[in-house]
């Protein structure tokens, strides 16, 4: 609860009754001007979060008391429930999604708080080293980036956290979906059901590479890389040649620009 101090209280405080106060987010605020403490000739105070937290004092007992003034046992069990009914299929609220990643975040904040808390405290046990939760964090996360409206170079310097295509098998994939496989964005070309035998990088007529962003002028070909889809009028480089793309694809090829079946598409330059 949000508690207010004349002076800069400590971050933990022992009580008397074998319990101690826990307090965080310390800061300086300005005093209001009306009540009992008008006019004491101090207009400033001290406010901030406390919780009482009972012996052993460590990093997951602190952390832990202070979620509790966000988010009671049961919401954090509701939160819980909504997120995997969503993963689940069983719902489709995507709104469990971002709330999940709220209370993690919250999660991973009270950790952090409390364990630089304990630090060099002579009365504390010995505080748990509790990293953030970021296995959980990109679990959500993967869940829910395809939705943020990202551009390919915006998702290819973020890409690490967009789901894996293993994990998609079986799920219907929208227009523009993008995903990993071997370590490369894909984004999905035409919407289908994921099937566990149609990898990106083998079903061109499903994904197309997600390449870093080039002019595809004469002046900054694109780098090609196979499964790329070109566009007809960009230009290519491959091998130290550069080609002109005369017919666009509609799919990737797995094939190199020197290859015969690309030869109906482009118009080597140099």
């Known amino acids: 609860m949000k508690a207010f101090y004349d002076n800069k209280p400590s ?9 101690y106060l826990y307090r965080w987010g310390i800061k300086e605020a300005a005093r209001a001007q009306d009540g009992e403490n008008a006019g004491d000739g101090n207009p400033q105070q001290w406010e901030c979060e406390e919780a009482t937290v009972w012996p052993p004092l460590t990093a997951g007992r602190l952390a832990a008391a202070a979620l509790r003034e966000s988010y009671s046992q049961e919401e954090q069990a509701a ?12 719902t489709s609220d995507g709104s469990a999604v971002e709330e999940y990643a709220a209370y993690l975040a919250a999660a991973a904040e009270a950790e952090r708080s409390a ?3 304990l630090g060099g405290m ?7 080293a509790l990293p953030p939760r970021f296995s959980d964090m990109a679990r959500v996360l993967s869940l829910a980036v395809n939705g943020m409206g990202l551009d390919d170079a915006q998702a290819l ?19 523009g979906f993008r995903l990993l496989d071997g370590g ?9 059901t994921a099937q566990a035998d149609w990898k990106p990088s083998a079903t061109p007529a499903l994904y197309g590479l997600v390449a870093a962003a080039h002019a595809g002028t004469l002046e900054d070909p694109i780098p090609y890389e196979r499964m790329m889809v070109l566009e007809q009028g960009k230009y290519y480089t491959q091998g130290g040649s550069v080609y002109l793309c005369v017919t ?12 015969g079946s690309l030869a109906a598409l482009l ?3 140099g």
């Open 248 to 259: 666009g694809s509609v799919a990737g090829y797995d094939a190199d620009l020197t290859d």
């Open 267 to 269: 118009q080597k330059i």
């Open 184 to 192: 490369r964005l894909y984004k999905v070309l035409q919407q289908h």
């Open 79 to 90: 939160l819980a429930s909504r997120y995997a009914s969503y993963q689940q299929g069983i």
């Open 157 to 175: 310097s973020s890409a690490s956290v967009f789901p894996r295509w293993e994990d998609c098998a079986g799920k219907e994939l929208p227009e």
């Open 115 to 117: 364990s630089e808390a």
């Open 122 to 128: 002579p009365h504390a046990a010995a505080a748990v």
């Open 11 to 19: 971050v933990l405080g022992a009580v008397g009754n074998g319990s």
